[in-house]
Structure formats: structure tokens, C-alpha cells
């Protein structure tokens, strides 16, 4: 099938900022996360997978890697980690389970960890700038081909931005599969794909078996 309406791959490039908040200790980290932007949440959380396309860290986010590294508290960084980012229907749920999981963690203990040789936590917030990637494509066949050859930062802005900043549950690319080329089925596999265990690039790798499986089946079945 040609769809009406191609599919135009970007990618980005992240623009930071520092709103000037820090933390020394468990404590400051709770407080500043209840007053930072929520932009800064993102950054911390979503952004490390633009930043890491492998996510080879032990921890995927920015709030448990500080706590293991530099306040070597190794339980409040075990739970920070578990907090799976694409659970939450917007970035506030977010990070009021994050507040949440802290606050409880710091109940129990008297005194609060706190850097000692490490270095304080620097909240940073980013703005997404969108690049012209050069490739469209009307086809399954062309945009499998165009998936496998894009920076991985196209798929950062084209499923977890668009999940995450523009509400689009199962991003851009599902939705497109499923309302240009008319495969629901194929749209809703692509769509519960979660960069939670892999990254960016294990998101591509799962993406590209879903889409040879089923042009594989088209071709079995004389329809492309």
C-alpha cells in the first residue's frame, strides 16, 4: 500500500539549561524535585535515552545513577531505577512517584546521605531542536529502510517526545502504520515496543523484526 501521506523522518538535537537548582543530600534532591520545571524531569529521566542510545548504564536515570555514584546509597538507587518512566500518563504522575519513592526511602533513615567526596546533583531542563533528516517514505518497504539508516535521535522525537511532551500514546511511528498504511496490528506491536530495557537502538532492532515479519507475510501473500 502508498499512503497518502509520507512519513517524514527528523531528528533533533537537545538543547540544555540550568535552572540553577543543586542537592548535596536525599533530602535537597526531594525538595528541588518538587520545585524544579517539569521540563528538568524529563531531562533527567527521558533525555538519558537521547544522551545514552544503548542505555549500557546500570541505571537508567539520572537520579539513581547520582545516588549510587556520589551519595552511594545503593537502596534508594535500586528503587529510583524500577521507576519505569513510560508507565505514567504525563511527567507530573512522574515525578510525584519519584517524590514518592525518596520521601518514603528518607523516612527511614536518620541522618540523611549526603555527598561526601562526590559531587552535588546539577538539575538541568532541555529543549528539543528539530532536524531535517532528508528521508520520507510512502511505503512499509521505504520506511523500513529509511528506520534502519536514521540517527537514533529520530527515534527519540518520533516515539518517547511525542509519548512523553506531545501526548501521542505509541508515537509517531504507530501511528502512522496504523492510520496511513491501514495496519492496526502491525501499529499496536510497534506501539507497546518500550525502550525501558535496551535503549534506543535495541527499540530499533525490535522495530525492524516486527516490520520484516510483516512484509515477509505481505510478500507470502502476493500483497505487496
Known amino acids: 500500500m502508498v499512503a497518502a501521506r509520507p512519513f517524514v523522518f527528523s531528528g533533533c538535537i537537545e538543547l540544555r539549561e540550568i535552572p540553577g537548582h543543586r542537592a548535596r543530600d536525599e533530602r535537597e534532591l526531594?525538595?528541588?524535585?518538587?520545585?524544579?520545571?517539569?521540563?528538568?524531569?524529563?531531562?533527567?529521566?527521558?533525555?538519558?535515552?537521547?544522551?545514552?542510545?544503548?542505555?549500557?548504564?546500570?541505571?537508567?536515570?539520572?537520579?539513581?545513577?547520582?545516588?549510587?555514584?556520589?551519595?552511594r546509597d545503593q537502596v534508594l538507587a535500586e528503587r529510583l531505577s524500577i521507576v519505569d518512566p513510560f508507565h505514567f500518563s504525563s511527567l507530573e504522575e512522574l515525578r510525584e512517584e519519584l517524590i514518592s519513592v525518596i520521601d518514603d526511602h528518607i523516612s527511614t533513615l536518620h541522618p540523611v546521605p549526603r555527598v561526601v567526596f562526590g559531587d552535588p546533583f546539577f538539575f538541568v531542563q532541555s529543549h528539543l531542536l528539530e532536524i531535517s533528516t532528508g528521508?520520507?517514505?510512502?511505503?512499509?518497504?521505504?520506511?523500513?529502510?529509511?528506520?534502519?539508516?536514521?540517527?537514533?535521535?529520530?527515534?527519540?522525537?518520533?516515539?518517547?517526545?511525542?509519548?512523553?511532551?506531545?501526548?501521542?500514546?505509541?508515537?509517531?511511528?504507530?501511528?502512522?502504520?496504523?492510520?496511513?498504511?491501514?495496519?492496526?496490528?502491525?501499529?499496536?506491536?510497534?506501539?507497546?515496543?518500550?525502550?525501558?530495557?535496551?535503549?534506543?537502538?535495541?527499540?530499533?532492532?525490535?522495530?525492524?523484526?516486527?516490520?520484516d515479519a510483516e512484509l515477509d507475510r505481505g510478500a507470502h501473500a502476493g500483497e505487496r
Not at 517514505?137 to 534502519?148: I, S
Request: aromatic share 10%; charged share 25%; net charge neutral.
Open 135 to 211: 528521508l520520507e517514505a510512502r511505503t512499509l518497504e521505504e520506511f523500513r529502510r529509511c528506520l534502519a539508516a536514521v540517527d537514533a535521535s529520530a527515534i527519540y522525537l518520533h516515539v518517547l517526545d511525542a509519548r512523553a511532551r506531545r501526548g501521542l500514546e505509541g508515537g509517531d511511528f504507530a501511528h502512522w502504520i496504523g492510520d496511513e498504511l491501514k495496519l492496526p496490528a502491525l501499529a499496536e506491536e510497534v506501539s507497546r515496543i518500550s525502550p525501558y530495557l535496551g535503549g534506543l537502538e535495541q527499540m530499533r532492532r525490535q522495530s525492524l523484526r516486527l516490520l
Open 30 to 71: 526531594l525538595e528541588k524535585l518538587e520545585q524544579v520545571p517539569v521540563g528538568s524531569v524529563y531531562y533527567h529521566t527521558h533525555g538519558v535515552f537521547l544522551r545514552h542510545p544503548q542505555l549500557a548504564r546500570a541505571y537508567p536515570n539520572d537520579f539513581a545513577n547520582w545516588v549510587a555514584t556520589h551519595i
